[in-house]
């Protein structure tokens, strides 16, 4: 990816191309078209640690659970062969109940009920569990312990011998593969970078954003916080190239309001370009009616997609939106220009796969957290359920959301 440094101008004859390829739609689809959908039931787990011990009862369902849930998808990756490896959250939400959560990457095989027919149904599988058996991490993490932080609760063996990871230890919200197979994690509580390997193993200590601290950063001791609590990377963008992360604040820094900082990390380097975190390589201005990014991804060589979102779900969702997106282009005010894609609350449904009849699909949830390029003009699009607390799709019921993962047509791609 070319550098985005020093002056940045308005290229308004670029941005027209762009986005006449973005937003130009193909004869069947005039506007965003839902073209597939799959559902992993809400109650679905893997084989792991007791979890949920530190909750309470939600949406008709009593933990502790005998199990992982399988839930909570903040990034997703395509594998090129119908396949996504799918990075959940820290489990439950807050730093203070996630510690017998293990965090992990899921593989998932989605077969989408489309037109032309598919059972609408996802095949799941555990890819890697995230680790630090070499002892990369300074601070105390779950697996140190012997009982689990503020309880009388013994730590699981499997994560102790393990040294496993828990959603008390880190909150990962983004992941992405870089050319060398490694990965790299966005996370919350620092915010920080982790470095592993293919195996989710720690390859380095976790790499702070210079100058950026949150609350729930494990190293805090006198620093005063100037990064919200669960607003550090929620999303990260690989560049085209492969050479080059764009991490991304979900919430504003302390006295940014309204404004979320994009920074970019150097991979050749292992460093970030950036030591302020209050001037940032990029600046993207959010709209009045959201409170967070939780998604950048890739198009094309400077091109973005941004989902952002308000805190809404089911009846209350007013604002979750996609936009696009160029780092070359900025407003007099130096912000990034957005220009809306999908308005996901308000996509068309032609085929009825919404069962609603109405020809149109929404997706309420709160959390809609993650976005992945297909090709065709199609973007892939999965919610964060938030098991068991997520009531955006059954409100009406109040049972706990599913997974799903929504296939939609915008046209083509740069």
């Known amino acids: 990816m070319r550098a985005f440094s020093g002056r940045r101008v308005i290229r308004a004859g670029h941005r027209a191309a762009l986005l006449s390829l973005v937003l130009a739609a193909c004869a069947d ?3 965003p078209t839902l ?4 559902v992993l039931p809400a109650d679905h787990f893997v084989t792991g640690p007791i979890s949920g011990q530190f909750i309470e009862p939600a949406n008709g369902r009593t933990p502790p659970f005998d199990g992982q849930p399988v839930q909570g998808f903040s990034a997703l990756i395509g594998n090129g062969d119908g396949s996504f490896l ?12 996630s510690a017998d959560f293990a965090l992990r990457v899921y593989r998932l095989r989605p077969d989408f009920r489309t037109a032309d027919g598919g059972s609408g149904t996802i095949e799941v599988e555990p890819a890697f569990l995230l680790r630090d058996p070499d002892r990369m991490i300074s601070f105390p993490i779950v697996a140190d312990l012997e009982l689990y932080p503020g309880s009388t609760i013994p730590v699981d063996p499997t994560i102790r011998n393990g040294r496993l990871l828990s959603g008390a230890d880190l909150d990962v919200e983004s992941f992405r593969r870089v050319p060398d197979g490694t990965f790299y994690f966005g996370d919350e509580f620092g915010p920080f970078l982790l470095h592993t390997d293919s195996t989710g193993k720690l390859l380095e200590a976790p790499i702070q954003l210079p ?12 620093e005063e916080p100037n990064a919200r609590a669960s607003g550090g990377f929620e999303g990260m963008a690989l560049s085209t190239d492969g050479t080059t992360l764009y991490p991304m604040l979900e919430r504003p820094l302390v006295g940014q309001e309204g404004q979320l900082n994009v ?36 198009v094309s060589d400077g091109g973005f997609l941004v989902i952002e979102r308000d805190e809404g779900q089911g009846p209350t969702a007013r604002h979750k939106k996609v936009f ?7 407003d007099g005010e130096g912000f990034l220009v957005k220009t809306e ?14 069962g609603s009849g109405t020809g149109r699909f929404t997706f309420p949830y709160e959390t809609t957290e993650a976005l992945v390029v297909l090709d065709d003009g199609v973007i892939g699009i999965i919610n964060d359920n938030n098991y068991p607390f997520g009531l955006g799709r059954h409100a009406a019921t109040g049972q706990p959301d599913d997974n799903e993962f929504i296939l939609v047509r915008i046209g083509p791609l740069p």
Not at 211 to 222: C, E, F, K, V, Y
Request: no cysteine.
């Open 29 to 31: 689809a005039p506007e």
């Open 35 to 38: 073209v597939g959908v799959a």
């Open 86 to 97: 799918a990075l959940p959250d820290n489990g439950y939400g807050r730093k203070e109940n």
């Open 211 to 222: 100058g950026a601290w949150s609350p729930q950063h494990p190293l805090l001791g006198a």
């Open 263 to 298: 920074y970019a990390f150097d991979l050749a380097a292992g460093a970030f370009t950036h030591s302020d975190p209050y001037e940032p390589p990029f600046k993207y201005r959010m709209d009045p009616a959201g409170v967070g990014v939780p998604e950048i991804t890739a």
């Open 324 to 330: 696009l997106v160029d780092l070359g282009e900025v």
């Open 341 to 354: 894609v999908i308005d996901l609350l308000d996509i068309a449904d032609p085929h009825d796969m919404s």
